[in-house]
């Protein structure tokens, strides 16, 4: 059976209104970027933004590399004209804030017509997590979650904590509605860049809650995010004896086998069968 995975390790903010940093972006070795209209953009320089962005990705300089415009939330001044703009533009997906109910992604889905694009939706509000189920079953185009932890912890009225306990619910419930429903999901951002050991920590943690990759703010993120999320060496290799050993001609049919002095089951063939796909994604991603 074959496993097909699209890398999302590395999901980079990049400001829309800084025309620097997009063309910068276009050899950032990120798995995906997200041009922000929102949380990045003054209001002043909105417009400018969306110009700017609109040209970035019709141009198509940006290789291989998953490109998501996020829009501002249809609420805004800016949020409809964003999204017509995107839609023309022809990103991979359009990323939206703040979604809370079904309802708010139908009503993009409606306003998108034929437009070739998927969505993904920013998790980022108490209402949202205590609706996330039904989100992820809306169906429709959205294909991806995004923690929006940073407005979490201000909505929840909490405080930034290094192991994320007071986040632990959200994120896990967030993960598990993804997963029930095909969806790839991202962790929230590391605030503090200059703390390289605590960001690898966060990336661990984001990987063993089972998030795909993590959303960051700074190019410096990018590389030790992207090994951190990469299956080892041998990891790839412990997976391909396992695939090797289920496909033997006297194991065909078993749900168990014996491996190297241990049971090895079904279940982690098909662990390692996306193990395996994930480290040849990724492989063809950094060699394009």
Known sequence: MMVSVRPRRSVLYMPGSNARALEKAQSLPADALILDLEDAVAPDAKELARQQVAAAVKAKGFGKREVVIRV????TPWGA??????????PDAILVPKVS???????????LGGARVALWAMVETPLAILNIASIAAGGGRLSCFVMGTNDLIKEFRGRHTQD??????????????????GLAVIDGVYNDIKNAEGFADSCR???????????LIHPSQVEPCNEIFA?????????????????????KGKGAIALNGRMVELLHA????QTVALADAIAALENA
Request: charged share 25%; hydrophobic share 45%.
């Open 270 to 273: 098909e662990i390692a069968r």
């Open 101 to 111: 109910t079904p309802g708010e992604l139908a009503e993009i889905e409606g306003r």
């Open 205 to 215: 943690q984001g990987l063993s809650f089972g998030f795909d990759g993590k959303t």
């Open 231 to 251: 299956p080892s060496a041998e990891e790839v290799a412990g997976a391909r004896e396992i695939i090797a050993a289920f496909a033997l001609p006297e194991n």
């Open 81 to 90: 004209d964003d999204l017509v703009a995107a839609a023309e533009a022809g």
């Open 72 to 75: 501002n939330a249809l609420s």
């Open 164 to 181: 994320r306990q007071n986040l632990s619910a959200a994120l896990g419930l967030s993960v598990a509605a993804a997963r029930a429903h």
